[in-house]
């Protein structure tokens, strides 16, 4: 365990509300819980019905094509395409590289030029900077400061040599929904295919490939309550037929796109996956949208100096990003460590990057800092959002009790102006 520093606020005398067991999890962009009923739907798949679902001639082989059949249904179903227009993967992040890559080889005789914009998962971000170094030209669209791109931009940057467009669905950061169906339908204008990023939005939000003109989309189990390790493409098979290039070779599974045995326990825990979050998607989402609110309200209204990232008008139901200004992100965290949320900060080396997301809404480096994301989910409960906005309320206060920079603004000092010594 790591020793909580400086701050002792954590230690609460109280007995924790009932119903609430710590550490709480508030952090379902990360990834998200096994649904128990996801998992008995994989048990027998786990042990009795472990044939190869390639195996053609034995009824082992028979169940477990069953399984994948069902799976691959029960997914066309939430996001209204058909059966044979999902491809298996291993997650959302081989989802996008086969996406991405697939149609550059694909097309790359009709042009170079793929968009995308710079809040994008890094899956895809980095996929297309491995592209850019084999001759393709990428374009990167900015976002506003509400986190949404701007469709006139979009147009704009789409020229003759343009083959594919890859814009998310829903930020897993900051919770924005884009404005998926007229990015597709411009790009369906332009002749141009539209591939979307929509792991965070598939299974909460309404995700309609046909209403909105998408023409590949990846997916991914564990965002939605299903296991990790296990993914979905779904490549459109009329107007346009979509042809993707294998990018990884073998027996040919998954109409030669995929090659691969099958994770049969994984994709039917992805397929029961699906169709309990569309049967439950609406009462749920309102139930999420009613906690957040809640969360919000309560925070707002006993701290000053806060600020909610994100448009809050095309936004995900779980997800809340706020900053809490004039305290250290770090410290942040560490004082309410028995609550797993994200941060501001990318620790992906020994130095804290503040989130490329955060910057690219214009957010300073301290602000950005200073931001937290709650990831609602499916298990939370208002007990817990009690419990997490309370302590967040006393850590918050207790560190501005220390910050000479809050004390400085609250007497009225224009930070702005400070010439601060030089080290
Ligand atoms: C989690 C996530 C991914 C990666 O999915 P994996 O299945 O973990 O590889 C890609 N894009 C977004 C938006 C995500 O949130």
Known sequence: MPETIG????????????????????????TTPLDPRVLEAMMPYLTGIFGNAA????????EAEAGVEKAREQIAALIGCTAKEIIFTSGATESNNLAIKGIAEMYK???????????EHKAVLDTCKKLEKQGFRITYLPVKADGLIDLED????????????????????????QPIKEIGALCHEKKVLFHTDAVQAVGKIPVNVINDNIDVLSLSGHKLYGPKGVGALYVRRRNPRVQISEQQNGGGHERGMRSGTLNVPGIVGLGAACEIAMNEMESEAKREIELRDYLRAKLEKALDYTQVNGNMDHHLPGNLNMSFVYVE?????????????SSGSACTSATLEPSYVLKALGLGDDVAHSSIRFGLGRFNTKAEVDYVSDKLIDVVLHLRELSPLYEMVKEGIDLSKIEWAAH
């Open 55 to 62: 195996s053609r001639n034995h009824s082992f082989g028979w």
């Open 154 to 177: 979009l147009r704009n940057a789409i020229d003759d040599q343009t083959i594919l467009v890859s814009i998310m669905y829903a930020n897993n950061e900051i919770g924005v929904v």
């Open 329 to 341: 992100g770090e410290s942040l965290l560490m004082g309410i460590n028995d609550i797993a949320v």
């Open 7 to 30: 701050v002792n606020v954590t230690q609460s005398k109280e007995p924790l509300p009932a119903g609430v067991k710590l550490p709480i999890y508030m952090d379902n962009h990360a």
């Open 109 to 119: 005789e009709r042009g170079n030029h793929i968009i995308t914009e710079v809040t």
